[in-house]
């Protein structure tokens, strides 16, 4: 299994910037994908950016350009620098990582972008 647990949500103003990190233990050699994704209120949870199999990474075509997803492997801990943030990035960030088929999810944190 793997346990994932996310810090670094908040409030930010429109054009702030925010970096999201994720810290995971278990069974982290055999995991094929890890990133991010988000659920904004009342919409479905969508793939932000992710790491895929083979080290190439994935992002969603709204956040293209502005997010980055990058990763420490020494400390088992994937980040996601959002910058030229939007009312529309708003919503709760969940970590993911696929394992032998099954996706985990962290609890998830709240970025929240308002003026």
């Known amino acids: 299994q793997v346990q994932l647990v996310e810090s670094g949500g908040g409030l930010v103003q429109p054009g702030g910037s925010l970096r999201l990190s994720c810290a995971a233990s278990?069974?982290?050699?055999?995991?094929?994908?890890m990133g991010w994704y988000r659920q904004p209120p009342g919409k479905e949870r969508e793939l932000v950016a992710e790491?895929?199999?083979?080290?190439?990474?994935n992002y969603a075509d709204s956040v293209k350009g502005r997010f980055i997803v990058s990763r420490d492997n020494a400390k088992n801990t994937v980040y996601l620098q959002m910058n030229s943030l939007k009312s529309e990035d708003t919503a709760v960030y969940y970590c993911?990582?696929?394992?032998?088929?099954?996706?985990?999810w962290g609890q998830g944190t709240q970025v929240t972008v308002s003026s």
């Open positions: 993911n990582a696929l394992l032998f088929a099954v996706n985990y």
């Open positions: 790491f895929t199999s083979g080290g190439r990474t």
């Open positions: 278990g069974i982290i050699g055999a995991v094929s994908h």
